[in-house]
């Protein structure tokens, strides 16, 4: 009887967690979500507070959030490790623990609080603010990149403002109202179709319902209170489909995000001038611009180092992704593939774009890499540089900050002596 009553016990407590797992996961649901997910009026649900800091009951935080500002709101649900593929932040890891245990597209921030240092043959540093977006967030220490005063690069973005709303809509008004993808957002005035799902893992809206737009990015005229009307969105969000789930270590198979377009005109809403023509030549790689023929066939021979006996079939990497060129999200949905079975590489439509370098979040490497810019080597004699601090190829790193820096891809996956994955488009190697 005993172990009957038991069986029932672990029964409940599975079918809890699969449902709670469920509600977290479906929260947005492509737009906005029950108010009290984020909000709290008086600090209070059966006179216990609600907020994630120290305010007492009765008291609440600026905007009535339950951290105490925006970010520290978002990382409340988001800011976990592994399993969950909206995780974001690996809290263990952004307090000195193991390495970030999180692979999204985006990135882990907790790579913010990794500050690197070397001495032979030739000093340097790379401190973690380098390393993506600083966004704030109080309650989980993160901090504001004293580096741009007068705001983002190539732009007035104040650095004092940057959070997850920054870039992420998290009333998710923007969305998809019809299968070619064209956007809209509701104003005063108009009327548009109500969001019934996300937008993100391919699903189309209907004569009923509107789908939410890629990862809620904010859409043309959106801007975060905390900034202002001066920095309003001029673009619309990219066209992409992501598999589902996608925070997955990327030994064995590729997250295959298929990114549509539109991504780099998101990205100057904030760093305009990095795509202007009247930018630096020498300051800036190009975007938006479709890949050469030699680029087209490098990218699809390149392998490794010294390898340049691939085939398109099987060419493509997460590592340097790029655009596909498209706005039919009913193909890319047919793309996005986190089990190795979509690996077609560049066609006379591929593009290149802000994410085939970087990543939007944070990674191991300075600016967001999406590998190391400033090592010679990604692998040395058929491992991943050591040494740690005294090492200039190491870069202050151990070996594990190394391969998980690389989205957990064994050495092995690389040339004996890999040199950088610019390669992959430019074959200079």
């Given at each position: 009887?005993?172990?009957?009553?038991?069986?029932?016990?672990?029964?409940?407590?599975?079918?809890?967690?699969?449902?709670?797992?469920?509600?977290?996961?479906?929260?947005?649901?492509?737009?906005?979500?029950?108010?009290?997910?984020?909000?709290?009026?008086?600090?209070?649900?059966?006179?216990?507070?609600?907020?994630?800091?120290?305010?007492?009951?009765?008291?609440?935080?600026?905007?009535?959030?339950?951290?105490?500002?925006?970010?520290?709101?978002?990382?409340?649900?988001?800011?976990?490790?592994?399993?969950?593929?909206?995780?974001?932040?690996?809290?263990?890891?952004?307090?000195?623990?193991?390495?970030?245990?999180?692979?999204?597209?985006?990135?882990?921030?907790?790579?913010?609080?990794?500050?690197?240092?070397?001495?032979?043959?030739?000093?340097?540093?790379?401190?973690?603010?380098?390393?993506?977006?600083?966004?704030?967030?109080?309650?989980?220490?993160?901090?504001?990149?004293d580096r741009f005063p007068?705001?983002?690069?190539?732009?007035?973005?104040?650095?004092?403002?940057?959070?997850?709303?920054?870039?992420?809509?998290?009333?998710?008004?923007?969305?998809?109202?019809?299968?070619?993808?064209?956007?809209?957002?509701?104003?005063?005035?108009?009327s548009v179709l109500p969001?019934?799902?996300?937008?993100?893992?391919?699903?189309?809206?209907?004569?009923?319902?509107?789908?939410?737009?890629?990862?809620?990015?904010?859409?043309?005229?959106?801007?975060?209170?905390?900034?202002?009307?001066?920095?309003?969105?001029?673009?619309?969000?990219?066209?992409?489909?992501?598999?589902?789930?996608y925070n997955q270590s990327?030994?064995?198979?590729?997250?295959?995000?298929?990114?549509?377009?539109?991504?780099?005109?998101?990205?100057?809403?904030?760093?305009?001038?990095?795509?202007?023509?009247?930018?630096?030549?020498?300051?800036?790689?190009?975007?938006?611009?479709?890949?050469?023929?030699?680029?087209?066939?490098?990218?699809?021979?390149?392998?490794?180092?010294?390898?340049?006996?691939?085939?398109?079939?099987?060419?493509?990497?997460?590592?340097?992704?790029?655009?596909?060129?498209?706005?039919?999200?009913?193909?890319?949905?047919?793309?996005?593939?986190?089990?190795?079975?979509?690996?077609?590489?560049?066609?006379?439509?591929?593009?290149?774009?802000?994410?085939?370098?970087?990543?939007?979040?944070?990674?191991?490497?300075?600016?967001?890499?999406?590998?190391?810019?400033?090592?010679?080597?990604?692998?040395?004699?058929?491992?991943?540089?050591?040494?740690?601090?005294?090492?200039?190829?190491?870069?202050?790193?151990?070996?594990?900050?190394?391969?998980?820096?690389?989205?957990?891809?064994?050495?092995?996956?690389?040339?004996?002596?890999?040199?950088?994955?610019?390669?992959?488009?430019?074959?200079?190697?």
């Amino acid at each position: 009887m005993k172990a009957v009553k038991l069986s029932l016990v672990i029964m409940a407590a599975a079918l809890l967690t699969v449902g709670l797992s469920g509600m977290a996961y479906a929260f947005h649901d492509g737009g906005v979500a029950y108010c009290d997910g984020c909000h709290t009026m008086h600090n209070s649900r059966n006179n216990v507070k609600m907020t994630a800091n120290t305010l007492p009951v009765g008291t609440a935080n600026a905007y009535l959030l339950q951290g105490q500002d925006a970010s520290s709101t978002c990382l409340i649900c988001h800011g976990r490790a592994g399993a969950g593929s909206y995780h974001v932040l690996d809290p263990a890891a952004a307090k000195g623990g193991p390495v970030p245990g999180n692979y999204t597209a985006g990135g882990d921030f907790a790579w913010l609080k990794f500050d690197y240092a070397w001495t032979t043959p030739r000093s340097g540093t790379s401190p973690g603010k380098t390393h993506g977006h600083n966004v704030i967030a109080g309650d989980f220490n993160l901090l504001a990149d004293d580096r741009f005063p007068t705001g983002a690069p190539g732009g007035s973005y104040p650095q004092s403002a940057l959070g997850c709303q920054s870039c992420h809509d998290p009333h998710g008004k923007t969305r998809i109202i019809d299968t070619a993808g064209n956007m809209a957002t509701p104003a005063i005035g108009t009327s548009v179709l109500p969001i019934a799902e996300p937008g993100s893992y391919g699903a189309m809206p209907t004569a009923d319902g509107a789908v939410g737009v890629y990862r809620l990015l904010g859409g043309q005229g959106y801007y975060p209170k905390s900034a202002g009307a001066g920095f309003a969105f001029a673009a619309n969000p990219p066209v992409a489909v992501s598999p589902d789930p996608y925070n997955q270590s990327e030994q064995t198979n590729y997250v295959r995000v298929a990114y549509g377009s539109g991504m780099s005109n998101w990205c100057a809403n904030c760093h305009t001038g990095l795509h202007s023509e009247a930018y630096p030549a020498n300051l800036r790689h190009p975007t938006n611009m479709k890949l050469t023929t030699v680029e087209i066939a490098n990218y699809n021979a390149y392998v490794k180092s010294g390898d340049l006996t691939g085939g398109v079939a099987t060419s493509y990497t997460s590592l340097v992704p790029f655009e596909e060129g498209t706005s039919d999200r009913a193909t890319l949905a047919t793309h996005a593939k986190n089990d190795g079975s979509y690996t077609v590489g560049a066609d006379t439509n591929s593009t290149v774009t802000c994410i085939s370098c970087h990543r939007a979040h944070a990674s191991a490497w300075d600016s967001a890499g999406r590998w190391n810019f400033r090592a010679t080597f990604i692998t040395e004699g058929g491992v991943y540089p050591a040494g740690g601090p005294a090492s200039t190829e190491s870069q202050g790193r151990t070996q594990a900050e190394w391969q998980s820096g690389m989205y957990d891809r064994l050495p092995t996956a690389f040339a004996t002596y890999q040199r950088s994955l610019c390669n992959k488009c430019h074959a200079k190697d």
